[in-house]
């Protein structure tokens, strides 16, 4: 299994974490919903971004499409927030925008698999 490289890492202020909606509602004629537990194992939406030179761009291309498969197959990571060692996968390639001086910000959305 590929593991995420080390010299990633997320920009200041740009770490999101979403807890994962795991309950199905539903409506009844009279009185309150009734809600259940949709799962016992959900995954964690994370998303972050990384200010890249040109050659750590083409690295982290390399990962994406050849480490994982185009995002197909999971990779250790270790968690941004709680330094845990986790699996993750991509939710979306990553996305580049140009900030001069040859940097370019990467904007990366995983799932923290359970």
Avoid at 4 to 25: D, H, K, M, V
Wanted: proline share 10%.
């Amino acid at each position: 299994m590929a593991t995420w490289p080390t010299t990633f890492c997320p920009l200041a202020g740009s770490y999101q974490e979403t807890p994962p909606n795991n309950t199905i509602r539903t409506s009844m004629d009279r009185g309150p919903d009734k809600v259940r537990r949709r799962t016992t194992a959900n995954v964690r939406p994370v998303s972050f971004k990384m200010l890249l030179n040109k050659t750590q761009v083409a690295q982290l291309d390399d990962f994406y499409n050849e480490d994982t498969f185009s995002g197909a197959d999971p990779f250790d990571f270790t968690h941004p927030r709680t330094g845990a060692s986790v699996q993750a996968r991509f939710v979306n390639p990553p996305a580049y925008q140009d900030r001069g001086a040859a940097m370019y910000e990467a904007a990366v959305q995983l799932e923290i698999l359970p």
